[in-house]
């Protein structure tokens, strides 16, 4: 399985198990900044780590500090492989602009239609560089 | 269409310093918006110096380094903190450190000290029509619908960005098109004197934000002017039950003197017909605690209290003494006026916990008791502080909130809709 995405924010190609989100989810409040889980009790994938996941975000919700979470787990080395999403989502990716003004290491974000999604849910997936997504096998 | 910045910015944007960080940070923000352009602002309102955590600090220690200074008004709005000293914060080292010097970064940016999530009640009124960059919830909800400013939602590092170069994405809320109401919220159902209590407000704006989402809607049978605390009742109400960053009131907000003028077509796309059962429901559904024999605390001051709201707390607690605290949250600028005649004294002797320059639900000043029960008067504190505090809420008028603070146990009356 291979599509080429339009690249969101550049960053470092990643690659890792894939989580493949069944709700949107807001990161403040539903997403721990210093170890990646999803602390969120009412989202159906509670207790999922997203740390060195590639993610794939069918949407946001919530609080407008997304970003401060996002870029937190960027500072404390928990931030997802690569960030895959239906729309750009200006909020939360300010965490990943920020942060690569800050001169950390940020993964790449790329945008796929939501449809796709599922066909890398429970394997390895790897984002390139310029925006490729790959099935690993 | 794609963005195009102008010389000048294109410039700021290509140095290295904080004001080249902040113009990189806003374009990309823009040209992920589908922004054409940026746009001037007149003033801001920073969201950012609340501490999530140590990124966030040393971001704004970076722009201070780059000697990167604000362009326009900004206020701040909470921090993590009381720096006036009036509560005691039970945040520890070291994030109470990297909070306070969170706190002294956008200081030195050159924002103003107000640290109140209400600036429009604390002299920071930006004029009707009026571009602006504003985060904070309530404080974007009451400046677009009650002012008539022009914000969108600024999250965290965009609101101080826009600050810094004074402009801001051409989009959204900023442009006259996208602020006109495609629905209705008719509140004519209701009985009068459940329109005149203190909680209508708070409890329909709960209702309204779960029901338009982020919809531009128009309130229609309201019986005059509700008052402007009631406005920023429903506002703060709205905007945590749904994402609200704009309502109109026929004939009481400023873009809305009455409903044809305000809505997008001849017809609305929809009519919502607030029901008293409605009413019933939203209301139900600020409580979270079942019936229960007592309470720990009771919160109040989400939005951050006005004087008004000072004088109505002391009027109700009529010098008698609390069984349980009462945490009063507000900003500096009502403190002032507090301290001069003598009235804070008296507060906090009948078992007022006053509490400046934050709040209960964004830093941890409330004894961490378990199965604690809070009761509230704020739609805003009943939304997020079952989460934040772990205490289980209880909702209801600041008549009720106060009887119960002296008893101890949980007193209602009954307001039908």
Known sequence: MNSAAEILVPGKAGEGEALVLMAPISFWGGVDPKTGRIADVRHPQHGEVIAGRVLFLPGTIGSSSASAVLMELVHNGRAPAALVLHEPDAILLLGLIVAREMGWQTPIAVRLERGAFDAYRGGAVAVAADGAITAVI | MSLSLSPEEQAIAARQDGAGMAMRIVAESARLLGAPRLIPIASAHIDGALYHGDSGT?????????????????????????????????????????????????RKLGCEQSWTCAPYQAGHRPALGSDVAWGESNAVVFCNSVLGARTNRYGDFLDIACAITGRAPDYGLHRPENRQARLVFDVSGLSASFLASEIAWPVLGSLYGREVGNAIGVVTGAAGHPGEDALKAFGAAAASSGAVGLFHIAGVTPEAPDVAAILAGPEPEAVIRVTPEMVAKARAGLSTAAAVKTIDAVAIGSPHLSHAEF??????????????????????????????????????????????????????????IGNGVLMTNSGKFAHYAPGNTGYAVLYASLADCVESAVLGKPVFTDVAA
Request: net charge positive; charged share 25%; glycine share 8%.
């Open chain 2, 58 to 106: 040393l971001f704004a220690e970076k722009l201070v380094e780059g000697g990167a200074k604000v362009a326009v008004r900004s206020t701040l709005n909470v921090g993590a903190l009381d720096l006036m000293g009036c509560s005691r914060i039970r945040l520890e080292e070291p994030q109470r450190g990297m909070a306070r010097r969170m706190m002294e970064a956008y």
């Open chain 2, 311 to 368: 004088d109505s707390l002391e009027r109700l607690i009529a010098g008698r003494q609390l069984a349980v605290p009462v945490y009063a949250c507000t900003g500096r600028h009502a403190l002032a006026l507090l301290e001069k005649d003598g009235r804070r004294k008296r507060l906090e002797a009948s078992g007022v916990v006053i509490v400046a320059d934050t709040c209960v639900v964004v830093t941890p000043i409330m004894p961490d």
